[in-house]
Every structure is written in structure tokens, then in C-alpha cells.
């Protein structure tokens, strides 16, 4: 009752101003969750409408004294406290700073929480002041880590002092963000701190204090521009203090890993010239072991710089492996083929996972004088290679390459020419292949042909063949088409719809020779739909005899429901139906893919299937030889 006296007061108080409705005030804090979420909602399209480019000011000042107000109340919900923090970081300007700091010392942790992430992002300057006062007075770790947070975010260069402070914390997480905190602010105070950090920098979080202060000297490292600068830079060097440049490059001996080793080279190299980074490329081509040399040398090609790039180039035959695949990666992501011949001797010369790397590299980089050596990796298929091989063919710029292969293969086609086509597949490619493999072509040609059918062919080049199967003429040889149909076949993924679409109306006015030579073809079109015609052929005396081969070779599990299906026939004779029950029973056995308990469901249903006699006794005994059903 004492609530909700007290968010009746605030209510009343607050409609005054107009800024927030009475009775969204109200509902935030009602036991009603639908009232809860729309009052917050209402507030956040308040806020949102107040902050927005060219709204009237003296809507977000109310709005904001409002908010502010109702934070800090302390009898008021903790719920409606924290909807009107949530709003405030879009409206906070100077006006709330000092309420916003009182809220850093609430009892409640969330109302701290959402008062110093408003306080972080508010845009006056003042709004640092509270939270370095609350940092200078924290003793929790987690909420110096917050207040940390907010001040890095804000990158005011006050708060400097207290991250300096707070490198020798001896909590390992406090003393990480401060040196992050001080690598990302980038002042001359902030360097000198981490420099004297270093040395005694504890070895957990010295690759962060490494990379903090390259990235803080960066900034350093431009000649500076103004008067005090100069003088500044004049009196440094008197003394001996070494300019940030310099601090940097003295790091290089001491970095701890390749990471910062190539953080180091990547300064040293974006200062003036970049020949401050010179010696370290000439100490890594020496010392091609050390750490970071694959990655900095490829950064050295890649960057341009002749006084980078050119004495890694000319090390090139000196390289190791690694270093020569870094140096080539970095020329085929500028398509330079210079070094082509290079590239090409490399791939000859490694094996593996390095092989293919190199061979997809030649898709970048390569011209035409990496068609042979790509060819005869692809002819290999193998598994490592083949994929990089393909991908490279089919990348390769060549000018006009394309338009010479059509022209190619459209007046006297080799296999070299088909089988580039076939990877590099230029529109139109699949209909120019059935047009130079169609009957009425000369075999050689039809031959090559069909070799580009079988790497890229689709859907339409499979309803071809199909079509040819059934047309062939007397006399004529069909098993081209039949070879070429049942390796393209698969990778269609269209069984059910070649077998509907075209296979059963070519069968069906296909000579009986031909329909005999499409049977070939059924293994390559095992789906359901196919299945399905199979059973109502084993209805058919006719076809029975027929559809029976077929269906008692299938060995994939999904055969198991057409297999039921025709052994259910009621007019089959024993031997039939003894051979359906012993195709359906080699399903189940471990060999086979397919769940366990889907396997084990289906021999209880090929055992109730079973007639009694020796067919349901054999179907017993393979049950007990699979272990189905253990």
C-alpha cells in the first residue's frame, strides 16, 4: 500500500509537467504484465521522439527532468526506476550528470548499472567527473571493471591517470583493461605508463600490454605539426627519451608472439616511408623459423612498398614452403601472374593440403599457362586436389578464352577443348555438349561430348539421354548414353521427376529393345516414385519377372516399403516371393545404412509379413544373424 501510495504521488507530481502520461506512469509499476510492457513501450517511443534530430528541445529537458525524477526515487518500483534509466543515455545532457552520479552509489546494483552506462554515454564532458570519482572509490572488481569500461568508452584523457594506476592491480582483469583502456587512448602520458609497466608487466597479460603500446605510439609517430609539439619532440631528443618510432621498434626483440610481431611491423611500416620496417623483413628472410615471418612476409608483398616488397621477391627460390605459399597468396590477391611459372613449379612440388592451396592460387594469379598443369590435376580427381583444381579452371582470366573454346567445339571439338568448357561452363555450354553428342554426331565427337555431359550436365542433359535411350535406332549402341546418364544422374537430385517426367513416357514408346537397354538406367533412379512403378509392374505378369531383378538389387534402406509392397503380391509364385523376402532381410543387417530403431521396426514387420514355412523361418534366422534386435 506504501508503494503504491508513493507511485501515485510521483504520478500526480509528474503529470505537471506533461512530459510522461499519468497513466503510463501508473502501469509501470502494474501487477498487469500487458499494462507493464505497453507503459514501457509508450516510454521508449516518448524518448525516441523527444531525442530525434530536429525535435523540440524543451520537450527532451522536460522529458528528461522526468526520467531523472523518477530514477531517483527510491520509494518507487524497482521495475519503473529502471525504465526510466533505460531512456535516459538517448536524452542525457549536462542537466542530469549530478542526479545520474548520486544513482552511482544506489544500493540496488542495477540502478547503478543502468545510471553509469547513462552517465557513459552522455555527451557533456562533466559526465566523466562522477564516474572517476566512483572509480577512485570502488573496492568491488566487477564495478571498477564497469566504471573502467565507461570511462575507455568516453576516451577522456582525465581518467589516464587512474587506468595508470591501476596497471599493478593485483587483480589480473582490472590491470588488462587498464592497459588496453591506455593503448586505445594513444597520448604521450599514456605511453609513458606502459613503458614503464612493461618491464615488470606480469607474463599473463604482457601480449596485451605489447599490443597496447604499439598501438598507442602510433598516433606518436607522425612528425609532429604544431610549435609546442615541436619543442616538445626537440627537448625529448635532447634528453635521450626515445620517440615513439623508436619505442616501438625496440619492442620487436622482446614480442612475445606472432601477432605482435606483425602489430609491430604493420607501425613501423605505415611511418613515413616505411624503411623504418626494412631491417625487420631482412632479419626474417634470414631467419625464416621465427615466428610471424610467413605472415609479415606476405604483409610486405601485399603492402606494395618496393622497399618492402622487393627484397622478398628476390629471396622468392630461397624461401621455404610456407614462406613461398605466403609470398604467392599475397600476389594472387593483386591478380599479379609475374611470378606465375613459380607458383606453378611450387604447386608440382608439394603434396597435400599445401598442393591444393597452391593449385587454387593459380585461379587468381594464372593464365593460360596454367591451363595443362591445372588439367591434368583435375584429370586425377583426386579428392585433395580436385576441388582446387575445378575452382581454378573455372576462375582462370583469360581473355577471350571462353569465346575461342566455343568456337572451338563448335568446328572441330578435342578433349582438351570439352573438357575446359565443362569447368569453366560459359552460358549455353550444357546445350552446345547435347548438340555435339546428339545421335546423328560422329561417335568420336559424340564420345568427347559427353565426357563435358558427365562433369556439369544437368537436369535437361539427363532428360536428353533418356530421351536418346528410348529413340536409339536398330543396330545402334545406347550404352554412351546409358554410362554418361548413371553418373550424372545422382547429383541431380531429381529422381522422382525424371522417373515421372521422362523416364515412363520414354519407356513407354521405346521399342523392346530399348526399353530393355532403359532399364539399365533404373539404378540411377531409385526413389520412391520409381519404386511405386515397380510393385504395380510385379502386378503385371508381363512385367513381374522384370521388376522383380530390379527391385531385389536395390540395397539402400528406403527400398524396404516397395520391397513389402510386391512380396504382398497375391499371385506370386514361392520362388518370387521367396527371393523379395531375402532382398528385404539383407536391409537390416549392419552393412546397410540406417537408424537402429528404425531397422529394428522394419524386420518386426518383414517377420508379420512372413508367411509361415521356410520363408518366415528364414526371415527368423536373419533377424537373430543382425543382432536387429538386440
Known amino acids: 500500500m506504501k508503494k503504491l501510495f508513493s507511485t501515485l504521488f510521483l504520478a500526480t507530481a509528474l503529470v505537471a509537467h506533461a512530459a510522461i502520461p499519468a497513466d503510463v506512469l501508473t502501469n509501470l509499476s502494474s501487477p498487469d504484465l500487458a499494462k507493464r510492457l505497453a507503459a514501457e513501450t509508450t516510454l521508449r517511443k516518448l524518448a525516441f521522439e523527444a531525442g530525434k534530430p530536429g525535435a523540440d528541445p524543451a520537450n527532451a529537458q522536460a522529458l528528461e527532468k522526468d526520467l531523472l525524477k523518477l530514477a531517483s526515487d527510491t520509494s518507487a518500483p524497482e521495475s519503473s526506476r529502471l525504465s526510466a534509466l533505460e531512456q535516459l543515455p538517448f536524452l542525457s545532457s549536462a542537466s542530469s550528470v549530478q542526479g545520474l552520479a548520486a544513482l552511482l552509489a544506489d544500493p540496488v546494483p542495477l540502478i547503478r548499472e543502468n545510471a553509469r552506462y547513462a552517465l557513459q554515454n552522455n555527451p557533456d564532458p562533466s559526465a566523466s567527473a562522477p564516474l572517476l570519482l566512483a572509480l577512485d572509490k570502488s573496492d568491488q572488481p566487477t564495478w571498477t571493471l564497469g566504471l573502467m569500461d565507461s570511462l575507455a568508452t568516453r576516451a577522456d584523457a582525465s581518467a589516464i591517470p587512474a587506468f595508470a594506476s591501476r596497471l599493478t592491480s593485483p587483480n589480473q582483469a582490472v590491470a588488462s583493461l587498464a ?242 568448357l565443362a569447368f569453366r561452363n560459359p552460358e549455353g555450354t550444357e546445350a552446345l555438349f547435347l548438340k555435339l553428342a546428339a545421335p546423328d554426331s560422329p561417335a568420336e565427337i559424340r564420345n568427347i561430348a559427353l565426357t563435358g555431359i558427365e562433369a556439369m550436365g544437368g537436369y535437361e542433359a539427363g532428360a536428353q539421354l533418356l530421351r536418346w535411350i528410348a529413340a536409339t535406332p536398330a543396330g545402334s549402341d545406347s550404352k554412351p548414353y546409358i554410362a554418361s546418364f548413371r553418373k550424372i544422374a545422382p547429383q541431380l537430385k531429381a529422381e522422382g521427376k525424371l522417373w515421372t517426367s521422362v523416364f515412363l513416357p520414354a519407356y513407354q514408346s521405346a521399342s523392346p529393345e530399348n526399353r530393355t537397354a532403359l532399364l539399365y538406367t533404373i539404378p540411377a533412379l531409385r526413389c520412391s516414385e520409381s519404386g511405386a512403378t515397380l510393385v504395380e509392374w510385379v502386378r503385371d505378369p508381363s512385367m513381374r519377372q522384370t521388376a522383380i531383378d530390379q527391385l531385389t538389387t536395390w540395397s539402400g534402406f528406403d527400398a524396404g516399403k516397395s520391397l513389402l509392397a510386391a512380396a504382398a503380391v497375391s499371385d506370386l509364385d514361392d520362388p518370387s516371393r521367396e527371393k523379395l523376402f531375402k532382398a528385404a532381410t539383407r536391409l537390416f543387417f549392419p552393412n546397410i545404412k540406417g537408424k537402429p530403431h528404425e531397422k529394428k521396426a522394419f524386420a518386426n514387420k518383414v517377420l508379420a509379413a512372413a508367411p509361415e514355412g521356410p520363408i518366415r523361418d528364414a526371415v527368423q534366422q536373419a533377424i537373430t544373424d543382425s543382432k536387429v534386435g538386440k
Not at 239 to 255: D, H, V, Y
Open 179 to 420: 592497459v588496453q583502456s591506455l593503448g586505445s587512448l594513444g597520448s604521450k602520458e599514456s605511453l609513458d605508463a606502459l613503458n614503464k609497466f612493461l618491464p615488470n608487466c606480469p607474463p599473463a597479460i604482457l601480449p596485451v600490454a605489447q599490443s597496447a603500446l604499439v598501438r598507442c605510439a602510433i598516433p606518436l609517430s607522425k612528425d609532429p605539426t604544431g610549435i609546442w609539439d615541436r619543442i616538445v619532440a626537440s627537448v625529448d631528443k635532447f634528453l635521450g627519451k626515445p620517440s615513439a618510432s623508436e619505442t616501438i621498434s625496440a619492442l620487436w626483440p622482446k614480442a612475445v608472439n606472432a601477432a605482435i610481431r606483425c602489430e609491430i611491423f604493420n607501425a613501423l611500416a605505415s611511418i613515413g616511408d616505411g624503411s623504418q620496417a626494412v631491417p625487420l623483413v631482412t632479419e626474417l628472410l634470414a631467419k625464416q623459423d621465427t615466428p610471424g615471418t610467413r605472415e609479415i612476409i606476405h604483409l610486405s608483398v601485399l603492402s606494395g612498398n618496393p622497399a618492402l616488397k622487393d627484397p622478398v621477391l628476390a629471396a622468392l627460390p630461397s624461401l621455404n614452403e610456407d614462406a613461398r605459399l605466403a609470398v604467392h597468396s599475397a600476389l594472387a590477391q593483386s591478380s599479379d601472374s609475374s611470378l606465375e611459372g613459380d607458383l606453378l613449379a611450387l604447386a608440382a612440388a608439394l603434396d597435400g593440403s599445401k598442393r591444393a592451396t597452391a593449385i587454387e592460387l593459380l585461379g587468381s594469379c594464372g593464365t593460360e599457362k596454367s591451363v595443362d598443369f591445372l588439367l591434368s590435376e583435375a584429370a586425377k580427381k583426386s579428392p585433395l586436389t580436385l576441388p582446387s583444381a575445378s575452382l581454378a579452371l573455372n576462375r582462370l582470366k583469360v581473355d577471350g578464352l571462353d569465346q575461342r573454346l566455343v568456337d572451338q567445339a563448335k568446328g572441330t571439338p578435342d578433349q582438351k577443348t570439352v573438357t575446359l
